[in-house]
């Protein structure tokens, strides 16, 4: 069965200090993972998928598959990096994403 | 391009009233999906669409209903709302090998 898990409701860290959100996935195939931001009260954005390898915002992410994860990264996090940020699992063929529950991050000054 | 629209923005219903949320599209993408966002939850999908006249059943598609009449439209209706339908609702589209793009979402408040 495909899952997403963030095990991580809230995380709360100092501007500057480094983030990490973690994601871990099940899927029987070759995974294709994202990460989806979303600010306040907007709609759901990309920040990455693993294929591109790019970094967004200053945010990385590495897919792992020993350990069939996909933690997002950010060596010194800023204030306007306050947002829910979801991990998502694109199951391929019908297009559709399977969504961990979000991890709300907070960024104190 | 307008990308993905949604109306309304914020909806309040009463027990057993019906109503249907719009979605539309404008950049000919075959894929679209509906998808609700409970908090703690994330986001689960309701039903989903891989071409005009396809749709199947998501994780959560009891008391939905929709149809795929044209590839710019998936309208997700609501046959007999419950407060358990009380939800933030995200339509979204995509072509194979892209991201999908999410509309601004509909508020439903269910009394």
């Known amino acids: 069965a495909q899952r997403v898990t963030q095990p991580e409701k809230l995380l709360s860290v100092f501007k500057g200090a480094p983030v990490e959100l973690k994601c871990n996935y099940s899927?029987?195939?070759?995974?294709?993972l994202f990460w989806y931001v979303q600010y306040s009260r907007q709609r759901l954005q990309l920040l990455l998928r693993?294929?591109s390898r790019e970094s967004i915002k200053g945010f990385t992410a590495d897919l792992n598959k020993g350990e069939t994860s996909f933690h997002l990264k950010k060596p010194f996090a800023q204030e306007e990096d306050s947002a829910m940020y979801y991990c998502?699992?694109?199951?391929?063929?019908?297009?559709?994403?399977?969504f961990g529950q979000g991890t709300r991050l907070t960024i104190n000054p | 391009n307008a990308g993905v629209t949604q109306t309304p923005k914020f909806q309040v219903l009463k027990t057993g009233q019906s109503m249907t949320l719009q979605c539309a599209q404008d950049m000919n993408h075959e894929y679209m999906s509906w998808y609700r966002q409970d908090p703690g939850m994330g986001l689960r999908l309701i039903h989903y669409s891989v071409g005009a006249g396809i749709t199947d059943q998501g994780e959560v598609p009891n008391g939905y209903n929709v149809s795929r009449s044209t590839t710019e439209d998936f309208p997700l209706r609501l046959l007999s709302a419950a407060p358990s339908q009380t939800s933030v609702y995200f339509c979204?589209?995509?072509?194979?090998?892209?991201?999908?793009?999410f509309g601004p979402g509909t508020r439903l408040l269910v009394l």
């Open positions: 693993h294929i």
């Open positions: 899927y029987s195939g070759s995974p294709e």
């Open positions: 998502a699992l694109n199951v391929k063929g019908a297009q559709k994403l399977v």
């Open positions: 979204a589209s995509t072509q194979k090998g892209e991201t999908q793009y």
